[in-house]
């Protein structure tokens, strides 16, 4: 059964960074897509950022310059610089097969707060 496991989330100060990671495991064999999306309270969930095969990553405008996802086979990380309080949200992976099937983990809290 596909799992998706996410790390790295934390409290940290304005202004500081913080590392998420996503590691996929299980029969969703090839993957097409791996992303990042975040839920704030009260908000609708979002894209982050999100990088396919064959094509440069794509950001959210809140995030660009601040944050870089990169892959490598069934990992994806997300380094998040400069974080600033409207980045307090649930950050959930995302995985997409060749299929058209997604997959979400279960999401890691990230609070950026003073």
């Known amino acids: 059964q596909v799992q998706l496991v996410e790390s790295g989330g934390g409290l940290v100060q304005p202004g500081g960074s913080l590392r998420l990671s996503c590691t996929v495991s299980?029969?969703?064999?090839?993957?097409?897509?791996m992303g990042w999306y975040r839920q704030a309270p009260g908000k609708q969930r979002e894209l982050v950022a999100r990088v396919s095969s064959g094509s440069s990553p794509d950001y959210a405008d809140s995030v660009k310059g601040r944050f870089t996802i990169s892959r490598d086979e069934n990992t994806v990380n997300l380094q998040m610089n400069s974080l600033e309080s409207e980045d307090t949200a649930v950050y959930y992976c995302?995985?997409?097969?060749?299929?058209?099937?997604?997959?979400w983990g279960q999401g890691t809290q990230v609070t950026v707060s003073s």
């Open positions: 995302n995985a997409q097969n060749y299929h058209s099937e997604e997959y």
């Open positions: 299980g029969s969703i064999f090839a993957i097409y897509a």
